[in-house]
């Protein structure tokens, strides 16, 4: 689709109708609104891109429905709300950075996501080391130090709790078998093998 395609396109089914638009979107889904507007799926990136880019799209959305992109995020990831959101091309990662930016740092989904996946992120962690974890959960950039430093003390502390619950059990043992050593009946033994 060249230029002036592009621009009457979004002239003649957008312009004027932005806020309508997007109110669509958020309320009836966007399959529905393209239904709607009879486009092609070329005619509606085009439109889907200028409601993106132009009228904060996305960030209304996952405002609208923060509960549910919160607890997408929880269970599977940002790879997975970019899934849900149909935002996965690179051209989106800009939009996604701040949809991140609300969804895992202002309303806490980083922590609990890191809490529910614990246990995978310390294999991960012992395996790879800490500059995979911090591009898989997305905190490479500078801005984000102190939301790594939050994500390393859950791990610590899940290593910690590993650790003292494995020393825990270890200690449980030993002190139970020297217990029940000490409280069985010792008798002597004759030396023709008879107990007395």
């Not at 060249?2 to 309320?27: P, R, Y």
């Not at 509960?67 to 990831?77: P, W």
């Not at 080391?129 to 939301?147: N, P, T």
């Amino acid at each position: 689709m060249n230029l002036s395609d592009h621009n009457l396109l979004i002239l003649s089914h957008v312009m004027g109708k932005e806020a309508q638009l997007v109110e669509k979107i958020i309320v009836d889904g966007p399959s529905s609104v393209k239904a709607e507007l009879a486009l092609n799926d070329e005619q509606w990136i085009v439109v889907f891109d200028h409601l993106v880019f132009d009228q904060n799209l996305l960030y209304k959305v996952v405002n609208h429905s923060m509960d549910f992109f919160k607890e997408k995020y929880i269970k599977h990831g940002m790879t997975h709300v970019r899934e849900v959101l149909d935002v996965v091309d690179e051209k989106y990662d800009v939009v996604v950075e701040l949809i991140f930016d609300q969804i895992a740092i202002v309303n806490d989904g980083l922590k609990f996501h890191v809490l529910e996946h614990r246990d995978r992120y310390v294999m991960a962690f012992r395996s790879r080391g800490g500059e995979f974890i911090k591009k898989v959960l997305g905190l490479h950039k500078e801005k984000y130090e102190e939301s790594w430093a939050e994500v390393l003390d859950v791990l610590l502390h899940a290593v910690c709790d590993s650790m003292f619950s494995e020393q825990t059990y270890e200690h449980g043992l030993r002190a139970f078998s020297l217990l029940m050593n000490g409280m069985r009946d010792h008798r002597r033994i004759w030396d023709s093998g008879i107990i007395v």
